[in-house]
């Protein structure tokens, strides 16, 4: 029995109560867009931190207005909510929460009206810096969606079947993840996580008009490394400076930081995980349970003092 309350239209439900029409524009045609959010326990203070919620939210009305949906709540109203559903299921462990704006009722692919919302947190907890483990990739034959086709800048349900496409084919041949390439031929990004080079003591990772989605990980990757002085350029970059990679790492809101340590069958860093990848993931996990003050802005407290 499934103990996780759910807010769903404007109700705290169980996780078994919450339900959709099977002939929802949702359930049909994926027709939802929705945002991925962390939050993490911090087990000195004991308080439970939201992760970049406003970025999150902001992104979340952006995929709205791409996809032609209306939001059916405020920006205020949806962070509200979030914070009472959280505070609900009162865990005290690092949780992940689902916000889907969703074609509700039956309607159809092109349906413009009747959307709703649902917010799920469920346990999530963090990957231990001791076991972080370094995962093989490859270069998917299936190309990124781009921007003229199904807009990879907006988060919407059916955009990750792109993504499963190439994940499916990636395990099918003995690999843990893919790797996209853009229909421009350029590295775009995972089927589920943007992507990170370091050679030569700099970061370099794909410019955001390289079929990815804005990573909100990416930005705070970013912002560490200039505080660190470490060079980024955000660039086109071409798949065999993934081969030639002395570090390679995944970065999202669940990806966290995946160390990759070949892709291909290269080996990157002789198959190990590099210095700089744990270093940045050290600086994350100390962002997300608040000991970085410098980035105290992208933390909300939804529980402690
Ligand atoms: N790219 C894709 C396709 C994703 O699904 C995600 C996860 N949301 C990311 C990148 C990373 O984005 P973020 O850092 O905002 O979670």
Same mark, same amino acid.
């Given at each position: 029995m499934v103990k996780n309350k759910i807010w769903l239209r404007g109700k705290i439900v169980l996780e078994s109560e919450a339900? =959709?029409? @099977?002939?929802?524009?949702?359930?049909?045609? /994926?027709?939802?867009?929705?945002? /991925? @959010?962390?939050?993490? !326990? #911090?087990?000195?203070? %004991?308080?439970?931190?939201? &992760?970049?919620?406003?970025?999150? &939210?902001?992104?979340?009305?952006?995929?709205c207005k791409l996809i032609g949906i209306q939001p059916p709540y405020t920006k205020g109203k949806v962070i509200d909510y979030f914070k009472q559903i959280v505070i609900a299921n009162n865990y005290?462990?690092? =949780?992940?929460?689902?916000?889907?704006?969703?074609?509700? +009722?039956?309607?159809?692919?092109h349906s413009t009206e009747n959307f709703d919302m649902?917010?799920?947190p469920i346990e999530k907890q963090r990957?231990? @810096?001791?076991?972080?483990?370094?995962?093989?990739?490859?270069? #998917?034959? !299936?190309?990124? @969606?781009?921007?003229?086709?199904?807009?990879p800048r907006a988060k919407i349900g059916a955009n990750?079947?792109?993504?499963?496409?190439?994940?499916?084919?990636? %395990?099918?041949? /003995?690999?843990d993840l893919p790797i996209f390439l853009g229909t421009d031929g350029k590295v775009a990004e995972s089927s589920g996580a943007c992507l990170f080079i370091v050679k030569k003591g700099k970061l370099i990772t794909p410019e955001t008009t390289s079929s990815i989605l804005e990573s909100i990980t990416r930005n705070i990757i970013v912002e560490f490394a200039k505080i660190k002085g470490i060079e980024v350029e955000e660039r086109k970059v071409d798949r065999t400076e993934l081969y030639l990679a002395d570090e390679l790492f995944l970065a999202g809101t669940a990806a966290e930081i995946t160390p990759i340590t070949s892709?291909?069958?290269?080996?990157?860093?002789n198959g190990n995980i590099g210095k700089i990848t744990y270093e940045?993931? %050290?600086?994350?996990?100390?962002?997300?349970? +608040?000991?970085?003050?410098a980035f105290?802005?992208?933390?909300?407290k939804i529980i402690g003092r």
């Amino acid at each position: 029995m499934v103990k996780n309350k759910i807010w769903l239209r404007g109700k705290i439900v169980l996780e078994s109560e919450a339900m =959709v029409n @099977i002939l929802s524009p949702t359930s049909q045609f /994926g027709l939802n867009v929705f945002e /991925g @959010i962390r939050c993490y !326990w #911090s087990y000195d203070k %004991k308080n439970l931190y939201a &992760i970049c919620l406003n970025e999150h &939210i902001d992104r979340l009305f952006e995929s709205c207005k791409l996809i032609g949906i209306q939001p059916p709540y405020t920006k205020g109203k949806v962070i509200d909510y979030f914070k009472q559903i959280v505070i609900a299921n009162n865990y005290k462990s690092d =949780v992940a929460v689902r916000v889907t704006i969703f074609g509700d +009722g039956i309607g159809s692919w092109h349906s413009t009206e009747n959307f709703d919302m649902f917010i799920a947190p469920i346990e999530k907890q963090r990957t231990d @810096i001791n076991n972080l483990i370094g995962k093989t990739a490859c270069i #998917s034959s !299936w190309q990124r @969606i781009n921007d003229n086709i199904m807009p990879p800048r907006a988060k919407i349900g059916a955009n990750y079947m792109n993504s499963r496409y190439a994940y499916l084919q990636a %395990k099918r041949d /003995g690999y843990d993840l893919p790797i996209f390439l853009g229909t421009d031929g350029k590295v775009a990004e995972s089927s589920g996580a943007c992507l990170f080079i370091v050679k030569k003591g700099k970061l370099i990772t794909p410019e955001t008009t390289s079929s990815i989605l804005e990573s909100i990980t990416r930005n705070i990757i970013v912002e560490f490394a200039k505080i660190k002085g470490i060079e980024v350029e955000e660039r086109k970059v071409d798949r065999t400076e993934l081969y030639l990679a002395d570090e390679l790492f995944l970065a999202g809101t669940a990806a966290e930081i995946t160390p990759i340590t070949s892709v291909d069958k290269f080996n990157i860093n002789n198959g190990n995980i590099g210095k700089i990848t744990y270093e940045l993931y %050290k600086e994350y996990l100390d962002f997300v349970s +608040g000991a970085n003050k410098a980035f105290g802005h992208y933390l909300t407290k939804i529980i402690g003092r």
